[in-house]
């Protein structure tokens, strides 16, 4: 079963912690991570990577559980085997899914996702997963509007006929299986 959150601002609330930790489903200290800071290629997204790293370690990632990841080269699908969720930073979507094109990661990726993988997206992490970029990884068929004023009313959605998301900080588009969410 597909779990993915696509966030603007990352665990920035408790909801949006414990949605994290439920989709793991075990203990936070026994989830391994993959962490990937690659769309982080200017001051300002470079500067918030420590927040995104305190998030896993917020809710319980031990340290020594969390890879980080820059997309040189791709992971092959037995690497994945060893990570329960992949963290994707914000920054330059268009670069980030170039690299993740680039390098072929995105079969992996995307085989992976959907055999339980969990994908975690902040602000360009949850863009290349959603419509907003030709190539994007096809998790959402909507656009997606990170760190807006409002957000789209929460509740269940229909992935085919939605258009666009807004996703101001502090909420996220849960995708478990075929149910799509806004949560606040």
Same mark, same amino acid.
Request: glycine letters at 8%; proline letters at 4%; a neutral charge.
């Given at each position: 079963?597909?779990?993915?959150?696509?966030?603007?601002?990352?665990?920035?609330?408790?909801?949006?912690?414990?949605?994290?930790?439920?989709?793991?489903?075990?203990?936070?200290? +026994?989830?391994?991570?993959?962490? &990937?800071? @690659?769309?982080?290629?200017?001051? !300002?997204? %470079?500067? #918030?990577?420590?927040?995104?790293?305190?998030?896993?370690?917020?809710?319980?990632?031990?340290?020594?559980?969390?890879?980080?990841?820059?997309?040189?080269?791709?992971?092959?699908?037995?690497?994945?085997?060893?990570?329960?969720?992949?963290?994707?930073?914000?920054?330059?979507?268009?670069?980030?899914?170039?690299?993740?094109? +680039?390098?072929?990661?995105?079969? &992996?990726? @995307?085989?992976?996702?959907?055999? !339980?993988? %969990?994908? #975690?997206?902040?602000?360009?992490?949850?863009?290349?997963?959603?419509?907003?970029?030709?190539?994007?990884?096809?998790?959402?068929?909507?656009?997606?509007?990170?760190?807006?004023?409002?957000?789209?009313?929460?509740?269940?959605?229909?992935?085919?006929?939605?258009?666009?998301?807004?996703?101001?900080?502090?909420?996220?588009?849960?995708?478990?299986?075929?149910?799509?969410?806004?949560?606040?």
């Amino acid at each position: 079963m597909r779990k993915i959150m696509l966030t603007s601002s990352g665990f920035d609330t408790k909801m949006l912690e414990e949605t994290f930790l439920q989709l793991v489903g075990k203990p936070a200290r +026994a989830a391994r991570v993959l962490f &990937v800071p @690659t769309a982080a290629i200017d001051p !300002g997204a %470079i500067e #918030v990577l420590p927040k995104c790293m305190n998030d896993l370690l917020r809710v319980g990632i031990k340290p020594q559980n969390i890879r980080v990841f820059d997309l040189h080269r791709s992971l092959s699908a037995k690497e994945m085997e060893h990570y329960d969720a992949v963290y994707f930073t914000g920054g330059n979507p268009a670069y980030l899914l170039e690299r993740i094109n +680039a390098t072929g990661f995105n079969v &992996v990726l @995307t085989n992976w996702v959907a055999h !339980g993988g %969990i994908y #975690v997206g902040v602000s360009a992490g949850s863009w290349v997963a959603a419509g907003n970029l030709d190539n994007n990884l096809g998790l959402l068929h909507a656009e997606l509007a990170v760190h807006t004023k409002t957000s789209t009313a929460s509740g269940v959605f229909d992935n085919a006929s939605m258009v666009k998301i807004k996703l101001k900080n502090g909420s996220a588009v849960l995708i478990q299986g075929e149910q799509y969410e806004v949560i606040p």
